[in-house]
């Protein structure tokens, strides 16, 4: 049996890993970490996935592949087969193929110094919140190869492929920062671009609803069986509350 005062210890030590449960991520959070946006995304939007469809083949397949989707999966999006190869291949690949890119591993090296990753599952991988604030995140960096650093992912090897749409940002330190301390630095637009901020917003919103459809298809389908099971259930149970009724009307 227990004495009080082993209870009292173990309370003790199980409040103590509790607390240090609770305030160890806050401790190991690394403190140039950038606050995400939350992408304002909406799965079921067809006119968006298919805008961000249109965005992921023009400016993301030419580096990136994404070779575990095949280019039929884009008739889930309510287009045509004739649609999807009309405008949506724009290399020679045929609609049942996977999206692989023309660009090889070694080349990518060197030009690149890092292979771009292949993109079938980034937004499980990242999250659509990442992926919409690293979008968005670029900035003009004189230090870098490519003259583009990026406030979500220090260092990255991408260059910033929309900026002629987004335009060109500069990181403004925050007021009394040493020189190359991020914290608290925000992203200024120095020269617009094709699109007005608010624009660029969507079109990235549009291009990460994509990138969460791509990584799951499924899941739109699987939302449609939870409702059609939940409701079955529930007038399942309304047939299931008579009939107990009826049958136990004479037992009392
Ligand atoms: C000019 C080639 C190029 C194009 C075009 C390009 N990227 Fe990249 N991307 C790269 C390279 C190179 C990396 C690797 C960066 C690194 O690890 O430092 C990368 C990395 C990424 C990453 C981070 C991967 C990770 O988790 O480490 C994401 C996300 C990404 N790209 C998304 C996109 C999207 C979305 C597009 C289309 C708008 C795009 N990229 C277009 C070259 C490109």
């Known amino acids: 049996m227990m004495t009080s005062d082993s209870w009292k210890n173990s309370a003790r030590r199980w409040v103590g890993s509790l607390l240090l449960a609770l305030v160890l991520p806050a401790a190991l959070a690394n403190p140039e970490a950038v606050r995400l946006d939350r992408a304002p995304i909406d799965p079921s939007d067809m006119a968006s996935l298919q805008r961000g469809a249109q965005h992921f083949m023009n ?11 095949r280019f039929d999966l884009l008739q889930r999006l309510g287009l045509t087969e004739g ?33 771009p990753p292949d993109l079938s599952v980034e937004a499980r991988v990242r999250g659509a919140n990442w992926l919409y604030t690293y979008l968005r995140s670029f900035y003009r960096d004189e230090h870098r190869d490519s003259g583009w ?19 060109e940002q500069v990181l403004q330190p925050a007021e009394g920062a040493k020189p190359g301390e991020l914290h608290g630095g925000k992203l200024v637009l120095a ?22 459809f791509m990584a799951e298809p499924a899941r739109q389908t ?28 004479d037992v009392h």
């Open 59 to 69: 400016y993301c397949l030419t580096c990136h592949s994404a070779q575990f989707a």
């Open 222 to 249: 699987r939302f449609h069986i939870g409702y059609g099971v939940m409701i079955f259930l529930a007038i399942a149970f309304v047939i299931t509350r008579a009939l107990k009724k009826e049958y136990w009307k």
């Open 83 to 115: 649609q999807v190869k009309k405008n949506l291949i724009l290399t020679d690949a045929k609609i049942a193929d996977y999206m692989t890119v023309a660009l090889k591993p070694k080349d990518a090296k060197n030009w690149f110094g890092v292979p």
């Open 191 to 212: 020269k617009p671009g094709k699109l007005a901020p608010k624009e660029y917003d969507q079109f990235v919103a549009d291009l990460v609803n994509y990138m969460v």
């Open 149 to 167: 650093n990026n406030l979500v992912f220090r260092g990255v090897a991408m260059p910033n492929v929309l900026w002629e749409l987004q335009g």
